[in-house]
């Protein structure tokens, strides 16, 4: 059976409401006050026994972790990526060697801008 992660919003439909893994969840939100909120949000939701790793990108980490998160999640792993095209370029082959990310959820809260280093001869595989 795979493992399902709460998206922390109550008074939608179940289907809606869980992230399955394995699974891709994409969220673009407009502005990073909401961002943030957001992604305590989805932490705060998470069970106590529930396998999850924050991924930051730039000093994000500092004003996302400013006041305690639910005492539900005791300990998570949380890293921070360089605001840099090498890192994300590299993330994958990271969080298989550092984190064992078979179902986890893996939070990626990064600016918009970080994205914006790539061009279209980037993603041809």
């Known amino acids: 059976m795979a493992n399902s992660f709460?998206?922390?919003?109550?008074?939608?439909?179940?289907e809606l409401s869980a992230m399955q893994s394995p699974?891709?969840?994409?969220v673009n939100i407009d502005r990073q006050n909401d961002a943030n909120l957001f992604c305590r949000q989805i932490i705060a939701a998470q069970e106590e026994n529930s396998q999850l790793a924050l991924i930051c990108?730039?000093?994000?980490?500092?004003?996302l972790l400013?006041?305690?998160?639910?005492?539900?999640?005791?300990?998570f792993p949380l890293y921070s990526l360089p605001?840099?095209?090498?890192?994300?370029?590299?993330l994958?082959?990271?969080l298989m060697r550092e984190l064992k990310p078979s179902n986890r959820l893996?939070?990626?809260?990064a600016h918009a801008s970080l994205w914006k280093k790539?061009?279209?001869d980037d993603f041809i595989f």
Do not use: C, M
């Not at 990108?57 to 004003?63: A, C, E, P």
């Open 92 to 94: 994958a082959d990271d």
């Open 106 to 109: 893996l939070i990626l809260l």
């Open 6 to 14: 709460s998206l922390g919003i109550r008074r939608i439909w179940q």
């Open 83 to 90: 605001e840099k095209k090498a890192a994300l370029l590299h």
């Open 118 to 120: 790539f061009t279209s």
């Open 23 to 26: 699974g891709f969840y994409w």
């Open 57 to 63: 990108s730039g000093n994000q980490v500092d004003t």
């Open 66 to 75: 400013a006041t305690p998160l639910s005492p539900a999640i005791k300990k």
